[in-house]
């Protein structure tokens, strides 16, 4: 039964379809239907969509967005720093999913009011949300064939010589829950870096990730040695230098993003320039 309902509604993902199965939301022939239920053809389906309302009991909240791009299937935001992508511990208001909700209140319907991917509080730049089931379930399965194409921009300490790339898993640091490290036992994560410009004792980098692990980029570039300036988490450790000035955060801005549409399929690439603080630091590392 699972199967066949993804193959027949490829707007919801298999979990999604499985869970509403399991919860009495699918009927086959007027009867509960299981997902490992074999069905032979000929039978009536009735499905009763849900929203989860583990992920939709957020209130709305009137916080400005800068738009880069809408229509009705996705919204494209340029993200400023210091503000939270996802409710969380120590978070639950005042963030972009409140931001969303009240800008487009039909994103209460879909689940983390159609987040596909994330930016930590202080990184700032480009993020595309789902407006609809149907192109979250697409973009996310974009995001997981690696498709879509993420590139930073980050100020690293230290002269990096070469172009190159950091292929090392990255998971949940066991010294600290809080942080993530390069460690053995997390997810593989593979991220490329470009030198942009050469500073005195930093360097502008353009970063593309293949693999969207947490704080990748900032552990990515610690393990070389070129931790990401103004982080306070990963950066900890070169602290003062000859750099005129420091941003109140970490250097890190997503810059471009390009992906497939999820319903035309046309190819789609944004561009967000990095703000004033950024570009600031940059002028004082000149």
């Not at 000929?42 to 738009?67: C, K, S, V, Y």
């Not at 942080?179 to 005195?200: C, D, E, H, N, Q």
Request: glycine fraction near 8%.
């Amino acid at each position: 039964m699972d199967k066949a309902l993804a193959r027949m509604f490829p707007e919801h993902s298999r979990n999604r379809l499985q869970k509403w199965l399991r919860e009495g939301h699918v009927r086959l022939d007027s009867r509960s239907a299981k997902p490992k239920q074999k069905i032979w053809g000929g039978e009536r389906i009735d499905i009763r969509p849900q929203a989860d309302p583990e992920e939709t009991t957020f209130r709305a909240e009137a916080i400005a967005l800068e738009i880069i791009y809408e229509d009705d299937e996705l919204l494209v935001i340029n993200k400023p720093a210091g503000l939270v992508v996802h409710p969380g511990s120590g978070n639950w208001q005042g963030t972009l999913l409140n931001a969303l909700l009240h800008h487009s209140p039909q994103l209460a319907a879909i689940p983390r009011a159609g987040i596909v991917h994330r930016l930590d509080k202080d990184t700032s730049g480009l993020l595309v949300v789902a407006k609809s089931l149907r192109a979250q379930t697409e973009l996310v399965r974009q995001i997981q064939a690696r498709t879509v194409k993420r590139d930073y921009l980050a100020v690293v300490h230290g002269v990096v010589r070469l172009d190159g790339e950091v292929a090392a898993p990255v998971g949940r640091d066991p010294r600290s829950r809080t942080r993530m490290a390069v460690i053995g036992t997390g997810r593989p994560a593979l991220t490329r870096y470009k030198v942009a410009r050469r500073f005195a004792d930093a360097t502008l980098l353009e970063c593309s990730l293949a693999t969207g692990r947490t704080h990748q980029i900032r552990v990515h570039m610690q393990s070389l040695g070129y931790p990401i300036v103004g982080d306070p988490v990963y950066g900890a450790k070169r602290r003062g230098g000859s750099m005129a000035k420091r941003l109140l955060r970490q250097a890190l801005h997503a810059v471009r993003l390009e992906f497939s549409h999820p319903v035309s399929g046309a190819r789609r690439r944004f561009t967000a320039p990095p703000p004033e603080d950024f570009r600031a630091l940059m002028d004082s590392l000149e």
